[in-house]
């Protein structure tokens, strides 16, 4: 498969299981409405965020927010596909990562321009293990992405290692 057309395919990808996720529970759960899947350790809830990660910048005035929360990250992701498009010597694994990160980047980023806030829904609380902010699935992108990069680069820095 063509490389452009395969980051393509992916970035949109992204964005579609995002976006339709959004809109399923957007029509079927009231907002704050609380739907507990696996007891109260995985629930389905709507929330709005108007901030960033986990609220971070909901309070700024709306000149900020716009700054913040939709110029500058649209402008850090035109970048990311340049450089994605660009640099051929990238693998596999980090070209799929960065398409994660820019298809969740570009999801919740709509979401901020045409809704002025994005849609979270998921929360995961493990006991004292593990217990998240209420996320999407387009963060779920972009963590995943990052995970991946950091992947790539400890076995490319291993296989550096390991060939000189």
Known sequence: MNRNVFIVILIIFNI????????IVRA?????????IIGDKFILTNV???????????????????????ILPVLVLGYVIYYIIKNRDLDRLSLIAFCCI????????????VFGKVTDFF?????????????????????????????????NKKKQVDTE
């Not at 579609?16 to 809109?23: F, M, S």
């Not at 079927?28 to 507990?36: G, P, T």
């Open 123 to 155: 929360f995961i609380d493990l006991g004292g293990i593990f217990k998240t902010g209420i996320f999407n699935v387009a963060d779920m992108s972009v963590t995943a992405g990052m995970i991946m990069l950091l992947f790539s680069s400890f076995f």
């Open 16 to 23: 579609a299981i995002d976006q339709i996720t959004k809109v």
């Open 102 to 113: 820019i298809g969740g980047g570009i999801a919740n980023v709509f979401d901020r321009i």
């Open 28 to 36: 079927n759960i009231e907002l704050r409405e609380v739907k507990e």
């Open 48 to 70: 709005y965020n108007e901030g960033a990660f986990l609220g971070m910048g909901s309070d700024m005035n709306q000149t900020l927010k716009t700054i913040f929360l939709a």
